[in-house]
């Protein structure tokens, strides 16, 4: 049995693929009710917010089942438990799947309290949803006084940075780009280069997280199992690190 108890929340859009990450250890038993986050202060949290069409659910799936599922199933609320081993310490890692869809927004917020680490992570074959990962400055200047005179206004693009910083400042963050196996897929690269895009490369993934002060970046691929174990024991291993200071200190607060 486990001797130290953390809990891990994952946060995405939905039908990003979430679910499959928790799939690779077979699941123990849910620590908590689905939909109550539980609040035992000896318990940490690593949060994944992720942007639009991520492969996140699928690299759930992966980690607590060892499968990669083909149909996406809707999430609101899941709880897997798996035991993980990192630097000689056992953890009952509590994982913490939540419904990513618009509808949800408003209870998303409620999976932060409490929380140590935070996991952002974009798509490889996906630059845009690395642009969604940053801070961008609101439209300005004759474009944005045309939209306002005509009664338009634009959706804003998700800025994962943003909410991570607004509801949980000061946390550790690591910046995980998934789909790692789509970097040099023909299809993709063909696709891309539609738009005069490129699948991004390990370097531009460094630096953004230089960029938005992550704690490390990582890449994975769900579909190829290659680095969903070290996701995690890096997020677990921050989680352990963060929690002296992460007590005394810091607190994650719903505004």
């Known amino acids: ?47 994944i917010a992720v942007p639009i069409n991520l492969v996140l659910t699928l690299l759930s799936s992966v ?56 996991l952002i992570c974009f798509a490889i074959d996906s630059p845009d949803s690395l642009d969604n990962v940053q801070e961008k400055p609101q439209a300005s200047g004759p474009a944005a006084v045309a939209l306002v005179d005509f009664g338009l206004t634009v959706a804003p693009s998700p800025q994962w940075i943003s909410e991570v910083l607004h509801f949980c400042q000061g946390l550790p963050i690591i910046l995980v780009g998934c789909k790692k196996d789509l970097r040099y897929d023909q299809k993709v690269t063909n696709e891309l280069a539609k738009t005069s895009q490129k699948p991004v490369s390990p370097e531009e993934g460094e630096e953004i997280r230089k960029k938005i002060g992550a704690y490390k970046y990582l890449e994975c691929s769900a579909k190829t199992n290659e680095g969903v174990h070290e996701v995690f024991e890096h997020a677990t291993r921050a989680a352990l690190l963060s929690r002296s200071s992460r007590t005394k200190h810091k607190k994650c607060r719903i505004l």
């Open 1 to 47: 049995m486990a001797e130290i108890r953390r809990k891990l929340v994952i946060v995405g859009d939905g039908a990003c693929g979430k679910t499959c990450l928790l799939m690779l250890v077979p699941p123990v038993a849910s620590s908590s009710p689905p939909g109550r986050p539980t609040r035992n202060t000896s318990q940490t949290r690593a949060l």
């Open 63 to 118: 980690f607590s089942k060892g499968t990669f599922p083909e149909v996406y199933v809707p999430t609101v609320f899941e709880n897997y438990v798996a035991d993980v081993e990192v630097d000689g310490k056992h953890v009952e890692l509590a994982l913490w799947d939540t419904a990513g869809q618009e509808d949800y927004d408003r209870l998303r917020p409620l999976s932060y309290p409490d929380s140590h680490v935070i």
